[in-house]
């Protein structure tokens, strides 16, 4: 069993930032395909961002260009550095660990962004 745990999210201004953290359990992190996803309230659960275990990360088109994803495998956590923010980006981001079979959740934290 690998226990994801996301934190960083909180309340931000329009145009401001805030960057998440998913730290998993997995001893073996590296092995392990990171996704952060959100969900807005009434709206179904959305990719934001995926890092492979190599290769090139990709985007949803909403935060091409504002979000980056980038992994530390030696501290067994991934980021989500969130730019431009805008009230669209309200939701809740859940971290995705996979491997194969395995498919683990984070619980999810929220981020609000409003004036």
């Known amino acids: 069993q690998v226990r994801v745990v996301e934190s960083g999210g909180g309340l931000a201004q329009p145009g401001g930032s805030l960057r998440l953290s998913c730290a998993a359990s997995?001893?073996?992190?590296?092995?392990?395909?990171m996704s952060w996803y959100r969900q807005a309230p009434g709206k179904q659960r959305e990719l934001v961002a995926h890092i492979p275990t190599g290769g090139r990360a990709n985007y949803a088109d909403s935060v091409k260009g504002r979000f980056t994803i980038s992994r530390d495998n030696g501290q067994n956590t991934v980021y989500l550095q969130m730019n431009s923010l805008s009230p669209e980006d309200t939701a809740v981001y859940y971290c995705?660990?996979?491997?194969?079979?395995?498919?683990?959740w984070g619980q999810g934290t929220q981020v609000t962004v409003s004036s």
């Open positions: 995705y660990a996979t491997r194969g079979a395995y498919r683990y």
């Open positions: 997995a001893t073996i992190f590296s092995t392990f395909a």
